[in-house]
């Protein structure tokens, strides 16, 4: 599961909304980290979740499943367990052409190489065990969510009479 930067540069480029199964409006879980991120980077991502259908999560209504939205997006983020990969992903080719699907995005730890093969014979662009939001703080220098590389983290002890920039 080797995927080229130029492979996952062209996805974002070419992605504008995201459809995140398993969005949770649970601000310590991690698909809600990561719905946040990807909204501050420009892309409008579609919460589904059927524990809280017809909620509002981030300012979008979050949906039960990804054939009762009515807009169109562009990915399919799984951030559910392997075995439910599958079934969602059918889910994505099934509505591809009426809703633009272009890739399907299993998070960390979800792998479903069956599904990755029926996505990929049907054109769309298939990434596994990968969180959107760390490809792109990796691929555009911006990991100082961190303070990587933000200044305030520091290996070098700071002079005690001048404080830290």
């Not at 699907?101 to 065990?129: F, H, P």
Request: glycine letters at 6%; hydrophobic letters at 40%.
């Amino acid at each position: 599961m080797e995927y080229s930067d130029e492979y996952l540069l062209e996805i974002f480029k070419n992605v504008n909304t995201i459809a995140m199964v398993g969005a949770s409006p649970n601000w310590v879980r991690p698909s809600h980290f990561a719905m946040k991120y990807l909204q501050t980077k420009g892309f409008r991502v579609i919460p589904v979740n059927p524990s809280n259908a017809g909620t509002i999560l981030l300012g979008e209504t979050i949906y039960p499943d990804l054939e009762s939205i009515s807009d169109k997006f562009e990915m399919v983020d799984i951030f559910r367990k392997s075995e439910d990969a599958g079934t969602i992903t059918d889910q994505a080719i099934k509505l591809r052409s009426k809703n633009e699907i272009k890739v399907v995005w299993m998070q960390i730890g979800v792998r479903d190489y069956e599904a990755a093969k029926r996505a990929t014979n049907s054109n769309l662009k298939v990434v596994m065990d990968r969180c959107p939001k760390i490809e792109m703080g990796r691929l555009y220098g911006e990991l100082s969510w961190s303070g990587i590389n933000s200044r305030i983290i520091s290996s070098k002890r700071p002079h005690l009479n001048k404080r830290m920039p």
